[in-house]
Protein backbone atom coordinates (compact mmCIF):
# COMPACT_ATOMS: atom_id res chain seq x y z
CA UNK A 1 0.00 0.00 0.00
CA UNK A 2 1.74 3.26 -1.06
CA UNK A 3 -0.23 5.53 1.04
CA UNK A 4 -1.90 7.17 -2.13
CA UNK A 5 -5.84 6.75 -2.17
CA UNK A 6 -7.84 7.01 -5.15
CA UNK A 7 -11.45 7.08 -5.71
CA UNK A 8 -13.71 5.24 -7.18
CA UNK A 9 -11.95 2.31 -8.47
CA UNK A 10 -14.28 1.98 -11.62
CA UNK A 11 -16.28 4.21 -13.49
CA UNK A 12 -18.66 4.15 -16.34
CA UNK A 13 -20.05 6.42 -18.25
CA UNK A 14 -21.69 7.39 -21.41
CA UNK A 15 -20.08 10.27 -23.58
CA UNK A 16 -20.52 13.51 -23.53
CA UNK A 17 -20.77 13.52 -19.79
CA UNK A 18 -18.05 14.55 -17.31
CA UNK A 19 -16.74 12.58 -13.99
CA UNK A 20 -14.66 13.84 -11.10
CA UNK A 21 -11.23 11.66 -9.92
CA UNK A 22 -10.79 11.90 -6.48
CA UNK A 23 -6.68 11.70 -4.90
CA UNK A 24 -6.04 12.07 -1.38
CA UNK A 25 -1.62 12.09 -1.51
CA UNK A 26 0.49 10.28 1.35
CA UNK A 27 0.47 11.90 4.11
CA UNK A 28 3.10 15.16 4.80
CA UNK A 29 3.33 14.82 0.80
CA UNK A 30 2.56 18.04 -0.79
CA UNK A 31 3.16 17.85 -4.52
CA UNK A 32 0.57 15.89 -6.27
CA UNK A 33 0.59 14.50 -10.29
CA UNK A 34 -2.13 12.96 -12.60
CA UNK A 35 -0.87 10.11 -15.09
CA UNK A 36 -3.38 8.60 -17.90
CA UNK A 37 -2.18 5.26 -18.75
CA UNK A 38 -4.12 3.69 -21.82
CA UNK A 39 -3.23 0.92 -24.09
CA UNK A 40 -1.88 2.73 -27.13
CA UNK A 41 0.10 5.93 -24.84
CA UNK A 42 1.06 3.99 -22.44
CA UNK A 43 1.59 6.18 -18.80
CA UNK A 44 1.60 9.74 -19.34
CA UNK A 45 2.39 12.87 -17.13
CA UNK A 46 -1.02 15.02 -17.12
CA UNK A 47 -0.80 18.00 -14.45
CA UNK A 48 1.15 18.36 -11.52
CA UNK A 49 0.15 20.52 -8.58
CA UNK A 50 2.34 21.49 -5.26
CA UNK A 51 0.36 22.73 -2.11
CA UNK A 52 -2.47 23.91 -4.14
CA UNK A 53 -0.78 25.56 -6.80
CA UNK A 54 -0.15 24.22 -10.78
CA UNK A 55 3.35 23.60 -11.25
CA UNK A 56 3.43 21.58 -14.45
CA UNK A 57 1.39 20.69 -17.49
CA UNK A 58 1.63 18.10 -19.60
CA UNK A 59 -0.18 16.21 -22.19
CA UNK A 60 -3.70 17.55 -20.87
CA UNK A 61 -6.63 18.04 -23.33
CA UNK A 62 -8.34 21.37 -22.48
CA UNK A 63 -11.37 19.54 -21.86
CA UNK A 64 -9.52 18.16 -18.68
CA UNK A 65 -8.85 20.21 -15.95
CA UNK A 66 -7.61 19.79 -12.14
CA UNK A 67 -7.14 21.46 -8.96
CA UNK A 68 -5.63 20.72 -5.20
CA UNK A 69 -7.55 22.15 -2.43
CA UNK A 70 -6.07 23.03 1.27
CA UNK A 71 -6.13 19.86 2.70
CA UNK A 72 -4.00 19.08 -0.40
CA UNK A 73 -6.40 16.47 -1.77
CA UNK A 74 -7.08 16.59 -5.43
CA UNK A 75 -9.39 16.17 -8.04
CA UNK A 76 -9.08 15.65 -11.36
CA UNK A 77 -12.17 16.88 -13.94
CA UNK A 78 -12.76 15.10 -17.22
CA UNK A 79 -15.77 16.86 -19.57
CA UNK A 80 -17.12 16.41 -22.71
CA UNK A 81 -16.00 12.54 -22.53
CA UNK A 82 -15.09 11.17 -25.61
CA UNK A 83 -14.73 7.06 -26.41
CA UNK A 84 -10.61 7.88 -26.70
CA UNK A 85 -10.55 8.59 -22.95
CA UNK A 86 -11.09 5.43 -21.77
CA UNK A 87 -8.19 4.51 -19.35
CA UNK A 88 -6.54 4.48 -16.33
CA UNK A 89 -6.39 7.71 -14.45
CA UNK A 90 -4.00 7.10 -11.68
CA UNK A 91 -2.63 9.78 -9.07
CA UNK A 92 0.62 10.04 -7.47
CA UNK A 93 2.31 12.26 -4.59
CA UNK A 94 5.64 13.06 -3.72
CA UNK A 95 7.55 15.20 -0.79
CA UNK A 96 8.82 18.24 -2.50
CA UNK A 97 7.80 20.53 -5.69
CA UNK A 98 11.18 19.42 -7.90
CA UNK A 99 10.02 15.76 -7.58
CA UNK A 100 13.51 14.40 -6.37
CA UNK A 101 11.72 12.23 -4.27
CA UNK A 102 10.05 9.18 -4.89
CA UNK A 103 7.12 9.47 -6.69
CA UNK A 104 3.93 7.28 -4.81
CA UNK A 105 1.53 6.29 -7.37
CA UNK A 106 -1.99 5.17 -6.22
CA UNK A 107 -4.37 2.00 -7.39
CA UNK A 108 -5.65 4.68 -9.79
CA UNK A 109 -9.45 4.75 -11.12
CA UNK A 110 -10.68 2.74 -14.45
CA UNK A 111 -12.70 4.98 -16.22
CA UNK A 112 -14.83 3.43 -19.47
CA UNK A 113 -16.69 5.59 -21.70
CA UNK A 114 -19.33 4.00 -23.58
CA UNK B 1 9.95 8.93 -32.56
CA UNK B 2 8.97 8.36 -28.70
CA UNK B 3 11.58 9.94 -26.34
CA UNK B 4 11.40 6.53 -24.39
CA UNK B 5 11.74 3.57 -26.14
CA UNK B 6 11.29 0.34 -24.74
CA UNK B 7 9.68 -3.35 -26.13
CA UNK B 8 6.37 -3.99 -25.11
CA UNK B 9 7.18 -8.32 -25.21
CA UNK B 10 5.53 -10.24 -23.68
CA UNK B 11 8.56 -12.00 -22.30
CA UNK B 12 8.26 -15.45 -20.61
CA UNK B 13 10.99 -17.20 -18.69
CA UNK B 14 11.02 -20.41 -16.45
CA UNK B 15 11.87 -19.62 -12.56
CA UNK B 16 15.44 -19.02 -11.47
CA UNK B 17 16.09 -17.47 -15.18
CA UNK B 18 17.62 -13.79 -15.63
CA UNK B 19 15.77 -11.74 -16.46
CA UNK B 20 16.88 -8.47 -18.69
CA UNK B 21 14.74 -5.43 -19.44
CA UNK B 22 15.53 -2.32 -21.34
CA UNK B 23 14.93 1.12 -22.54
CA UNK B 24 16.56 3.56 -24.81
CA UNK B 25 15.85 7.27 -24.69
CA UNK B 26 16.62 10.00 -26.76
CA UNK B 27 16.49 13.11 -24.27
CA UNK B 28 19.75 13.88 -22.95
CA UNK B 29 18.59 16.37 -20.26
CA UNK B 30 17.57 13.03 -18.88
CA UNK B 31 19.50 12.57 -15.29
CA UNK B 32 17.08 10.33 -13.27
CA UNK B 33 16.41 7.07 -14.28
CA UNK B 34 13.52 4.46 -12.38
CA UNK B 35 12.00 1.06 -13.14
CA UNK B 36 8.41 0.53 -11.78
CA UNK B 37 6.76 -2.98 -11.32
CA UNK B 38 3.15 -2.68 -11.95
CA UNK B 39 0.95 -5.68 -11.10
CA UNK B 40 -2.48 -6.29 -12.93
CA UNK B 41 -5.22 -3.65 -12.39
CA UNK B 42 -2.37 -2.18 -9.89
CA UNK B 43 -0.51 1.49 -9.51
CA UNK B 44 2.82 1.50 -10.36
CA UNK B 45 5.54 0.58 -7.48
CA UNK B 46 8.93 1.95 -7.81
CA UNK B 47 11.92 -0.95 -7.73
CA UNK B 48 14.92 0.92 -8.79
CA UNK B 49 16.12 4.69 -8.58
CA UNK B 50 19.30 5.53 -10.21
CA UNK B 51 21.07 9.24 -10.84
CA UNK B 52 23.00 9.52 -13.79
CA UNK B 53 25.45 6.38 -15.08
CA UNK B 54 26.31 3.63 -13.16
CA UNK B 55 24.97 0.55 -11.49
CA UNK B 56 23.05 0.03 -8.27
CA UNK B 57 21.82 -3.32 -6.82
CA UNK B 58 19.23 -4.07 -4.44
CA UNK B 59 18.58 -8.05 -3.62
CA UNK B 60 17.59 -9.56 -6.85
CA UNK B 61 17.74 -6.40 -9.02
CA UNK B 62 20.03 -4.42 -10.36
CA UNK B 63 19.56 -1.45 -12.26
CA UNK B 64 22.03 0.17 -14.58
CA UNK B 65 22.68 3.27 -16.52
CA UNK B 66 24.80 4.08 -19.55
CA UNK B 67 24.06 7.68 -20.68
CA UNK B 68 26.81 7.45 -23.27
CA UNK B 69 24.55 5.03 -25.19
CA UNK B 70 21.57 6.66 -23.97
CA UNK B 71 20.65 2.89 -23.05
CA UNK B 72 19.03 1.52 -19.31
CA UNK B 73 18.49 -2.03 -18.28
CA UNK B 74 16.91 -3.77 -15.25
CA UNK B 75 18.40 -7.18 -14.60
CA UNK B 76 16.44 -9.55 -12.43
CA UNK B 77 18.17 -12.65 -11.11
CA UNK B 78 16.69 -15.95 -9.67
CA UNK B 79 13.72 -14.91 -10.98
CA UNK B 80 10.20 -15.56 -9.17
CA UNK B 81 6.83 -16.60 -10.75
CA UNK B 82 5.54 -13.40 -7.87
CA UNK B 83 7.80 -11.34 -10.50
CA UNK B 84 5.69 -11.58 -13.25
CA UNK B 85 4.54 -8.70 -14.02
CA UNK B 86 4.50 -5.33 -16.11
CA UNK B 87 8.11 -3.62 -16.15
CA UNK B 88 8.45 0.28 -17.10
CA UNK B 89 11.12 2.42 -16.71
CA UNK B 90 10.93 6.20 -16.28
CA UNK B 91 12.91 8.76 -16.63
CA UNK B 92 13.14 12.47 -15.04
CA UNK B 93 15.52 15.86 -15.87
CA UNK B 94 17.10 17.12 -13.91
CA UNK B 95 15.14 20.72 -13.45
CA UNK B 96 12.05 18.90 -13.69
CA UNK B 97 9.32 17.03 -12.28
CA UNK B 98 7.25 15.10 -14.38
CA UNK B 99 8.57 11.57 -15.10
CA UNK B 100 8.30 9.96 -19.39
CA UNK B 101 7.72 6.39 -19.08
CA UNK B 102 8.38 3.38 -21.39
CA UNK B 103 5.60 1.23 -22.56
CA UNK B 104 6.55 -1.33 -19.83
CA UNK B 105 7.12 -4.74 -20.59
CA UNK B 106 4.71 -8.07 -19.62
CA UNK B 107 7.04 -10.47 -18.09
CA UNK B 108 5.59 -13.93 -16.60
CA UNK B 109 7.71 -15.87 -14.88
CA UNK B 110 6.62 -19.93 -15.42
CA UNK B 111 7.19 -22.14 -12.42
Known amino acids: DSGVTQTPKHLITATGQRVTLRCSPRSGDLSVYWYQQSLDQGLQFLIQYYNGEERAKGNILERFSAQQFPDLHSELNLSSLELGDSALYFC?????????????FGPGTRLLVL | QKEVEQDPGPLSVPEGAIVSLNCTYS??????FMWYRQYSRKGPELLMY????GNKEDGRFTAQVDKSSKYISLFIRDSQPSDSATYLC???????????FGEGTQLTVNP
Open chain 1, 92 to 104: ASSGGLAGTETQY
Open chain 2, 27 to 32: NSAFQY
Open chain 2, 50 to 53: TYSS
Open chain 2, 90 to 100: AMRETSGSRLT
